[in-house]
């Protein structure tokens, strides 16, 4: 069967430091990887979208890799602050249709 | 740009009404849109896909005479969650792709949260 798996429901770090994050998928092949931020009773907003020939993007202090063969995807934040506190999701397109299934979320907590 | 919203962001009603959600995108023209809903510390679950002028393509499982979608204009589709039940409070949320833009992303709107008494 389809799933999509993110790395532990929370992840603690220190400010400063790089949070990496997993998702990992199977039976799936995307066209597509999209990733999303959310805070607590708000909508997605979206982060990143990494194509299924593309290895790397960056923007800013994000980025994003994508493996095809181990169908996994990293997301990192580097040098994080307290802000970006939030829940991140990734996200699979397949089929075409722009229709997306989202994974289950990585809660990301920085500390000061 | 490409600011989706939607209206209202809360509402309550009684068990046995209809609730009316808007989601509308602000400043571009989405000939698709997405209806989503979240439960708890939960991921998203697509419900539906709303093309502009045409009938929305349901997932498994979810009630097409439960869920009512009109997708009347390139800015405007609203979800009526109808004969609401306890097990319908949820968080709803809509999402906008670009119309003949190069992008795949979909813009989310600020999602509506649902309880029904």
């Known amino acids: 069967s389809q799933k999509i798996e993110q790395n532990s429901e929370a992840l603690n770090i220190q400010e400063g430091k790089t949070a990496t994050l997993t998702c990992n998928y199977t039976?799936?092949?995307?066209?597509?990887l999209q990733w999303y931020r959310q805070d607590p009773g708000r909508g997605p907003v979206f982060l990143l979208l990494?194509?299924?020939?593309?290895k790397e993007k960056r923007k800013e202090r994000l980025k994003v890799t994508f493996d095809t063969t181990l169908k996994q995807s990293l997301f990192h934040i580097t040098a994080s602050q307290p802000a970006d506190s939030a829940t991140y999701l990734c996200?699979?397109?397949?089929?075409?249709?722009?229709?997306?299934?989202f994974g289950t979320g990585t809660q990301l907590k920085v500390e000061l | 740009g490409a600011v989706v919203s939607q209206h209202p962001s809360r509402v309550i009603c009684k068990s046995g009404t209809s609730v009316k959600i808007e989601c509308r995108s602000l400043?571009?023209?989405?000939?698709?849109m997405f209806w989503y809903r979240q439960f708890p510390k939960k991921s998203l679950m697509l419900m539906a896909t709303?093309?502009?002028?045409?009938?929305?393509?349901?997932e498994q499982g979810v009630e097409k005479d439960k869920f009512l979608i009109n997708h009347a204009s390139l800015t405007l589709s609203t979800l009526t969650v109808t004969s609401a039940h306890p097990e319908d409070s949820s968080f709803y949320i809509c999402?906008?792709?670009?119309?003949?833009?190069?992008?795949?992303?979909?813009?989310f709107g600020p999602g509506t949260r649902l309880t029904v008494l």
């Open positions: 999402s906008a792709a670009l119309a003949g833009g190069v992008t795949d992303t979909q813009y």
């Open positions: 039976n799936y092949s995307p066209a597509y």
């Open positions: 990494i194509r299924e020939n593309e």
């Open positions: 996200a699979l397109e397949e089929g075409g249709g722009n229709k997306l299934t």
């Open positions: 400043d571009f023209q989405a000939t698709t």
């Open positions: 709303s093309n502009e002028g045409s009938k929305a393509t349901y």
